[in-house]
């Protein structure tokens, strides 16, 4: 009995087997461009970048030598990475809170329903939309420091005393770039937020009216728990890019003046590009990966869980 | 409201009626005015950069450096010489055609990678195609600060060093885990039956996929080419490494760089340059701007 039924179902367990392993293939060869260029273009420079922080490499040099941790020790003894490293954190953090703060405002005041409520969505997602490295050339000339027109409004509406530099002055300057961050991610807080309060169940949020929760209490223990995640999402996402950019610093001050608004990212392109130090470059990139690490843990987290939603 | 209380005419009603109306009518307008109000600063803060980089655009350099008058409007007529100036004296042309090309590749290489990549990820049902798919955003989230020193090895030991086709090669490391991803999302919503009907026609896998598959997801595969575009046009830091030569380098980082000549910044021609392209690419983000946060939040969001 038993044989006989092993003889019947063997057919079909071949034949399965023999779709699963043709779907196999022609899965993996789908996804293998992907796989590869990634690999190639982005885990090979990775893992290379561990290997020229650990050596002497330069850009005029034919050798490279293993030289062990020395280039970090080198690096944060130095005082300029010092401060780059913590004017890094600084600008992250700072324009992480305003962003937060600004988005989630203009969030609340985008979902109400007014008239010309999608023209007024495009208009202010502008600063997000616009090229990095456009946006901070038209602040760079409002920062002018004789034609600034920040300067012009400023004295007249008498928010701003005498006519500041901006980006001359140690303690303006990081000011100055930090409201150029800020002045383009609010947009970005705001829409994702939008999102997330969309998808707040209204049902919820009637049952709450019905068991008499007042308008605090309702976005206190309904909206709040709902939207949190959603903005910590759109933040951690933002930070990978406003950690990593380089073009506002850059373009505005290159690190200037004295210092003030030197990042990592600028000073891993002066000494490894610039000065063609690629091992010790490398390494002042690298001082961003445990800073990175957490954020791209929790983002990839998210992603997980979409997937077995 | 005390007034009308109390009687129950139907003529009286009807006042009642247009008066709650009237009340209705009142407080929608004052809550307009309120919204309104709260969203003006940030509507200004938004739009006053752009707008003061399109009057600069047209100022004539006098009218510009003139501190007696009022900047932010036009006290003689309004010149086209900044933006003939870009394209006689400059390589704004070389730019903007630089741009769309490397635009261009960038998007098609994204789409033949990312096309089957987002479908096998979607459709096939792979072992461990979980873990493939976030091996793959994850290079989206690997920023170029930490890539750009061993990227410019590797390119300097090919001969494309200093031309667009160096962006060519990189660009797609940020545009396929984006684009994959999304497109991934698009082919999830397309029916399974679709496909499988084509399968009992005849089709094999790969039939099925272009024959049927394909068609119905036009408008992901539009929306990725858009965001391959956006994308690219975003760098600065890829392009100000693997590009020095002037005639070779993409609109964003040539306005940056070779606008500046000695110390002088010429402000009109270099708010022409950057308006000339910033607005289209606003523009087309602002068109797109649903599914470009869907793509990012719909982490989150389900």
Known sequence: MANAQAIITRPAVVRHRAFTAERLRFGYSLLAPAVVYMAVLVGVPFFFSLYLALSDASVGGTTANYVGLSNFVAVLQDGTIQQALRNTIVFTVVAGIFKGVLGTLLAFLLIQEVRGKKLIRSLVVIPWTLPVAISALAWKWMYDPQFSAINYVGTRLHLIQGWPNWLGDSFLAPVAVISVNVWRGFPFAAIVLMAGMSAVPLELLDAGKVDGANFFLRYRYIVIPVIAPILLVGLLFDTVFTLSDISIVYLLTLGGPMGATEILPTKALEIGIQAGALGRGASISLLLFPILLPVVYVLLRNLRRRETL | ?302
């Open chain 2, 1 to 302: 409201m005390t007034a009308v209380r109390g009687h129950a005419l139907p003529l009286q009603r009807v006042g009642l009626m247009e008066a709650g109306a009237r009340r209705a009518k009142a407080r929608s307008l004052r809550r307009h005015l309120l919204v309104y109000l709260g969203l003006v600063p940030f509507i200004a803060i938004a739009v006053f950069p752009v707008v003061w980089m399109g009057i600069t655009a047209f100022k004539t350099d006098a009218d510009l450096v003139n501190p007696t008058v009022f900047p932010f409007w036009f006290h003689q007529h309004p010149t086209w010489e900044h933006f003939t100036y870009l394209f006689q004296h400059t390589y704004y042309g070389d730019w903007i055609g630089n741009t769309m090309l490397i635009a261009a590749c960038v998007s098609l290489i994204t789409l033949l990678v990312g096309v089957p990549g987002g479908y096998a990820l979607a459709r096939v049902g792979l072992p461990g195609s979980e873990n493939m798919g976030i091996g793959i955003f994850l290079g989206y989230l690997i920023p170029p600060i930490l890539l750009f020193i061993p990227l410019s090895r590797v390119v300097a030991l090919t001969h494309i060093i200093d031309t667009k086709w160096a962006l060519v090669l990189v660009y797609p490391t940020f545009t396929i885990p984006y684009c994959t991803w999304l497109l991934s999302g698009f082919f999830k919503t397309v029916p399974p039956e679709i496909e499988e009907a084509a399968r009992v026609d005849g089709c094999g896998r790969l039939g099925a996929l272009i024959k049927t598959v394909l068609p119905v997801s036009v408008a992901g595969i539009l929306t990725a080419v858009i965001f391959a575009f956006t994308l690219t046009m975003q760098d600065f830091l890829y392009s100000l490494v693997f590009v020095s030569v002037s005639d070779q380098k993409p609109v964003p980082l040539g306005v940056a760089t070779d606008l500046i000549r000695g110390d002088v910044y010429y402000w009109g021609s270099l708010m022409a340059g950057a308006l000339l392209v910033g607005i289209p690419v606003a523009i087309l983000y602002v068109f797109f701007l649903d599914q470009f946060i869907s793509g990012i939040t719909s982490a989150a969001v389900k």
